[in-house]
Nanobody, 115 residues
Framework: QVQLVESGGGLVQPGGSLRLSCAASGRIFSINVMGWYRQAPGKERELVAL???????NYADSVKDRFTISRDTAKNTVYLQMNSLKPEDTAVYYC?????????WGQGTQVTVSS
């Protein structure tokens, strides 16, 4: 089993920044894809960004050039640096790991962008 614990969410004003972290523990291997998803009230969960073991990245069009995903393999941690935040970025952000065909999810962390 893999356990994921997110941190770093909170309330920020439009134009501000936040950095999310997700620490993985348990039977975690370096050969996995790590990513961030988000779900706003009344909407479906959507992909924000993901990063492969070779550090190739993929972003949702809505966050390109504002968000940056990175990973520290030694620490089994994935990060999401979020800049120029907008009210429409408000959502619960979930960490995800895909490993040997299995999906693992964190409990989610709330990000609220409001003045």
């Amino acid at each position: 089993q893999v356990q994921l614990v997110e941190s770093g969410g909170g309330l920020v004003q439009p134009g501000g920044s936040l950095r999310l972290s997700c620490a993985a523990s348990g039977r975690i291997f370096s050969i996995n894809v790590m990513g961030w998803y988000r779900q706003a009230p009344g909407k479906e969960r959507e992909l924000v960004a993901l990063i492969t073991p070779l550090r190739r990245t993929n972003y949702a069009d809505s966050v390109k050039d504002r968000f940056t995903i990175s990973r520290d393999t030694a620490k089994n941690t994935v990060y999401l640096q979020m800049n120029s935040l907008k009210p429409e970025d408000t959502a619960v952000y979930y960490c995800n790991v895909v490993q040997y065909g299995q999906n693992f999810w964190g409990q989610g962390t709330q990000v609220t962008v409001s003045s």
